[in-house]
């Protein structure tokens, strides 16, 4: 078994099988990384892996698409066309104006 840190995600740390693909574990463990289309296409899974880059498979043609060679460097990937052969820290830009737009006191109340 694997280990993986959703670090934009308070750090919730779970455990998969080897080989996995990082966007279902996600998606199993409700690790929170955004994502449309699963499929390489919308762009929206974009995360990067923070520790363990070693620890993922290689890159895809669909990934080249929506990340450059020095987003790559740093440690971006596309969570969905990405596999896991080890620990990995994966975090993303916490986005979604659109919900954000239509709870506009999202930011206020919680106490
Ligand atoms: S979810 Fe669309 S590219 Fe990954």
């Known amino acids: 078994m694997i280990e993986v840190t959703f670090v934009t995600n308070?750090?919730?740390?779970v455990t998969a099988?080897?080989?996995?693909n990082l966007l279902r574990v996600s998606?199993?463990?409700?690790?929170?990384i955004p994502f449309k289309c699963g499929g390489g296409l919308c762009g929206t899974c974009?995360?990067?892996?923070?520790?363990?880059?070693?620890n993922?498979?290689?890159i895809k043609a669909k990934e080249r698409k929506h990340l450059t060679d020095?987003?790559?460097?740093?440690g971006y990937r596309m969570a969905c066309?990405?596999?896991?052969?080890?620990?990995?820290?994966?975090?993303?830009?916490?986005?979604?104006?659109?919900?954000?737009k239509s709870r506009p006191d999202s930011n206020l109340a919680t106490s």
Request: hydrophobic share 25%; aromatic share 6%; glycine share 8%.
């Open 10 to 13: 308070n750090n919730k740390t």
């Open 17 to 20: 099988p080897e080989h996995s």
């Open 27 to 32: 998606l199993r463990e409700q690790g929170g």
């Open 46 to 54: 974009k995360c990067k892996i923070e520790k363990g880059l070693e």
């Open 56 to 58: 993922t498979d290689a």
């Open 70 to 74: 020095a987003q790559f460097k740093d």
């Open 81 to 100: 066309q990405t596999f896991l052969n080890g620990n990995v820290s994966v975090s993303w830009e916490p986005r979604n104006p659109a919900n954000l």
